[in-house]
């Protein structure tokens, strides 16, 4: 027998075996997926599109909907399998078609090894424009990976303390009345929510929410519904006398100088959330806004939300970490941030009824990190 034939029946049997294991259909539709995923020397990237089902339907003052795209990745290597995930909704621009093609330009197999991160994200980030959120994905993928390898969850490689974790809000979408009220009870076991306005309704949203929570604290996302500056700041008023803590983009982010005087004459913290998207934003955002909302997917993942947090806590701005609606996997990659941060909205996977994993939870409304390595999570059904 030839040494070449030796390796190929070898490799086949570990295939088999593989296949075994993991399941035939655990994702394998990314054209790296051509040989045994179990057992690589080098790394092999797979992903598969997914559709997340909304519990509710979900409103906010640009659409609304009931399902929103997603691709699920893994990164193969010597048996070690990281998972990484893009949730899309659909008013930004990317798709999982968009995704598709991305990934298709990658090859991770050139890198010796998944330590070398910022030599892998570099590449990735070098490899075609925009495509923020297939990059995060990857990201993603490539830290549950390396945390694996390690045998360590990444708050513990960062060195943060997880019992700082915040408590995380839930978001109440822009509704009727009786469904506004109805999900605040249904919200009970959430410490602080997060309500949606720009809708036209601004008021009967916080009067519904807060007839049925008086006394919870309350953040407040308008997604640049409110045009006026003037009238701007009279909501911020009334909302202050509601005990609302802060105000996420109250107006459009092209309205820099509206929303500077907004931040400037608001008794209330002025949160950055559109108008932020990867590190050279906080700078764009420091004097306009008293802080920033950072997610994974608009930033690229955890490589960079980690730097994010360290130049706006040098510029002595807030941090508010958010998420799309999403799978435990990315929001239990947030999560590992989520100690160094003021306040958590990662509620997006709390927002669907068809979770692949576990992974990070909320007891009595704060997060809990768990203690497996990497991103922390564990698959509970295939998809
Ligand atoms: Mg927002």
Known sequence: MTHNRRDFLKRAGLLAASGALIGAN?????????QSNKGSKKMELTYKEYELKLKHVFTIAK?????????QVRIHYKGYTGYGEA??????????????????????GQFKDPFQIEKILNYVDNVAEGNHFAKASIDIALHDLVGKLMDYPWYKIWGYDKTKTPSTSFTIGIDEPEMVKKKTEEAERFNVLKVKLGGGNDKEMINSVRSVAPEKPLYVDVNGGWKDKHKALDMVNWLEEQGIEFVEQPMPKDQIEDIAWLTQNSSLPIMADESVQRIQSVLDAYQVYDGINIKLMKCTGMREAHKMINLARSLNMKVLMGCMTATSCSISAAAQL???????????????????????????????LPERPGIGIKPIKKI
């Open 26 to 34: 655990d994702c394998n539709s990314g054209k790296q997926n051509s």
């Open 87 to 108: 949730a899309m909704p659909p008013y930004y621009p990317e798709n999982p078609k968009s995704a598709k093609k991305f990934y298709e330009k990658l090859d991770l």
């Open 338 to 368: 989520a100690p160094a941060i003021d306040w958590a909205d990662l509620d997006g996977n709390l927002l669907i009824s068809n979770d692949p994993y576990e992974g990070v939870q909320v007891v009595d409304g704060k997060l809990v």
């Open 63 to 71: 659409n609304s909907r009931t399902t929103t795209p997603d691709m």
